[in-house]
């Protein structure tokens, strides 16, 4: 049985180890590997692959309409007509609900955007019996494990 478990780069790690070994693991059957975190910022706009769940033109399209149905009817006293200005009005809610969306997401939230959190920096990979499996898992929790998956 192999157990595989994520921790933060602490002294908790070099104490479940040692625990481990107290309790009969050999030294051969733990793997500690670190592992690199992301360093490059997140993208901001969203390819066909991937999406973050956020749209950018969501309060340009609301602008846009209610732009429009002002523009069409002021259009009706003004000399272009309603079709001119209620497309003047939507393409200028448009641009201003972009603007918005954009200035709050490059300045307001830009903070967000960027990883949080707890990363896991070290895997401990674990070759033990079965039976050794249960008590393997309660050290490296009791070790403060950010979390441990079972491979039978």
Not at 6 to 30: N, Q, Y
Not at 86 to 106: N, V
Request: charged residues 20%; proline residues 2%; aromatic residues 8%.
């Amino acid at each position: 049985m192999q157990l595989f478990s994520t921790f933060e780069h602490s002294v908790h790690i070099e104490l479940a180890v040692a625990t481990l070994e107290k309790k009969g693991i050999p030294k051969e059957a733990i793997f500690v590997v670190p592992v690199d975190n992301r360093l490059e910022k997140r993208k901001m706009f969203d390819t066909l692959h991937r999406s973050d769940g956020t749209s950018l033109i969501d309060i340009g399209a609301a602008l846009a309409t209610a732009f429009a149905v002002i523009g069409a009817s002021i259009g009706f006293k003004l000399s272009w007509g309603p079709i001119y200005w209620g497309l003047i009005g939507a393409a200028g809610g448009f641009i201003i609900g972009l603007a918005i969306r954009l200035i709050t997401e490059f300045i307001i939230k830009k903070k967000k955007r960027l990883l949080k959190g707890v990363h896991s920096e070290i895997i401990v990979i674990i070759d033990c019996a079965e039976s050794d499996g249960d008590m393997v898992e309660n050290i490296l929790f009791s070790h403060f494990a950010l979390g441990v998956g079972k491979v039978i």
